[in-house]
């Protein structure tokens, strides 16, 4: 993989760190006024979500990291690993458990995910900031209680618990942000 | 391309008045206000500071001249030639420094005070700095001092072995392959700096590996009689008690070119110029060179240069 110079440096260029792929979130020269020039970096693992520092000696270079997005189909998983699908390509990628993460509570057949790739292996899933999923358990709600802004929990269809307001029923489709795994709203089919 | 400028009508209105108070400042003490050329034949050898050179197209020459990067050589040939306290406020500029806190071109005050220590010199930064920011007068720690009470590391006696050691656990890479000097300015910028705290601190009496042009004392260990000044953690000036001898002058650039050499860099043209100033005869003299720019981020409280420069690096086309 090449090599990227610190005059390169600029946000979301991603460097090979300590063996990890990292992406620069900031980038700053840090240099005294008669003195060794440095540029003092924050990066975030992209394998850990940590937030890193590092600081290196400007003109130095550091090792880039072969990393990419690309959206991927989600095809079905085997409890073990999820299998996602380049669309034109058919080419399949599998990732674990601790590479989907949280992803795992609103994946849905044929949902297209963006997959963050190193070195051609899925290191990272993120859904679709919004997903549509089936209530399949929820105690039924005071009916007509559309004021009380009083929640109950509720299973949706890929086994993941919300918190739902009391006029929601099972079978019901509920909007969710992935984001925050909040309830937006009900949706019409 | 956005043709407007980053800093604001507050910003320019600061800065007038700030001129305003700094010439008033010196005009009250009997300093002249001179005027030194910007383009010189010679530069400084410092391997930390990039000149820009301009091409001689009278004599074809590739390095014709250089943009100064301070005033200072060209103020102590008017030094040598009798012209007493003297300032200057000048466009300066290093090439290889963008960043949030610098600017390739840059605004310097650069003052000399014949007959003053370095003391004499701090109390007069006190004094400046009180009718620009209005300020109480800073603290003054040495060097050692402030390594021992920040990070609890001796600069001086430490030994290398400790120094990297600490450098690296801060997050330095490639630490082994810098100078002393270059693991000292890491620790200082990245662990004592940030903790100097809230209003003005001097830090004096460097190692005298890091002396530039300021005389050296004499000592266990020997310190050069330079001073720093730091306001909230932001650098704003250096000074020295200056280097007199000529034949130390010259031994320094010569170090400093062979230390270019050893790591392939430009060998830039000594300024021949002014170590004959200092064969005929330098005074006694301290003298500081100001950011104006950092000093204005700090009476206008913002974080970065660009809110202070009318058209700073980042507003050219293919910058960040």
């Known amino acids: 993989m090449a090599s990227y110079s610190t005059n390169e440096f600029k946000n979301g260029l991603k460097l090979l760190i300590d063996g990890d792929p990292c992406s620069i979130i900031d980038n700053e020269l840090v240099k005294p006024g008669k003195g060794q020039a440095f540029n003092r970096v924050r990066l975030r693992n992209l394998k850990t979500s940590r937030v890193i520092e590092r600081t290196y000696k400007s003109g130095d270079s550091v090792e880039g990291a072969d990393v990419m997005e690309i959206n991927l189909q989600y095809l079905y998983n085997d409890g073990e690993q999820w299998h996602f699908m380049h669309e034109e390509s058919f080419e399949q990628y599998p990732a674990d458990e601790g590479v989907v993460g949280d992803a795992k509570n609103w994946l849905k057949e044929q949902d297209v995910c963006v997959i963050t790739l190193w070195n051609g292996h899925p290191i990272s899933v993120t859904p679709p900031n919004f997903v549509a999923l089936e209530i399949t358990q929820t105690d039924p709600g005071v009916r007509g209680d559309t004021a009380s802004g009083a929640t109950k929990p509720a299973t949706v269809e890929t086994g993941a618990v919300i918190k739902v307001p009391l006029f929601v029923d099972e079978g019901e489709k509920v909007k969710i942000d992935t984001r925050t795994g909040e309830y937006v709203s009900r949706v019409k089919d | ?320």
């Open chain 2, 1 to 320: 391309m956005n043709w407007r400028p980053s800093a604001g009508p507050g910003a320019w209105r600061a800065r007038a008045q700030l001129l305003e108070v700094i010439r008033g400042f010196f005009k009250a003490r009997s300093v002249l206000e001179v005027h030194t050329p910007l383009l010189a034949f010679g530069t400084v050898t410092d391997p930390h500071i990039h000149s820009i050179a301009v091409p001689d197209t009278v004599t074809g020459t590739d390095h014709g001249l250089y943009l100064q990067t301070s005033p200072e050589f060209a103020m102590k040939r008017l030094l040598a030639a009798g012209s007493g306290p003297i300032y200057q406020i000048c466009p300066a500029f290093r090439d290889r420094e963008r960043g949030s806190h610098h600017n390739t071109e840059f605004t310097l005050l650069e003052w000399y005070q014949p007959g003053f220590s370095l003391e004499d010199l701090m109390d007069e930064m006190d004094d400046l700095l009180a009718e620009c920011l209005n300020c109480e007068a800073g603290k003054r720690l040495s060097y050692r001092q402030v390594f021992y009470d920040l990070i609890e590391l001796d600069p001086h006696n430490a030994g290398r072995p400790a120094l990297l050691r600490r450098a690296t656990a801060l997050g330095l890479v490639g630490g082994g392959e810098l100078d002393d000097n270059g693991i000292l300015d890491f620790l200082f910028t990245h662990a004592v700096q940030p903790q100097l705290g809230t209003g003005i601190s001097y830090i004096f009496d460097y190692p005298a590996s890091q002396a530039a042009l300021s005389r050296i004392l004499k000592g266990q260990p020997p310190v050069a009689r330079r001073v720093e000044v730091f306001s909230d953690g932001l650098e704003l000036a250096n000074g020295y008690e200056e280097l007199l001898d000529a034949i130390e002058l010259r031994a320094r650039f010569e170090q400093d070119l062979a230390l270019r050499a050893a790591m392939g860099m430009q060998q830039p043209r000594v300024d021949e110029s002014l170590l004959e100033a200092l064969e005929h005869g330098l005074p006694e003299c301290a003298g500081f060179a100001l950011g104006i720019d950092r000093l204005l981020m700090r009476v206008l409280g913002v974080d970065t240069i660009q809110q202070v420069l009318s058209f700073p690096d980042t507003s050219m086309p293919n910058q960040e």
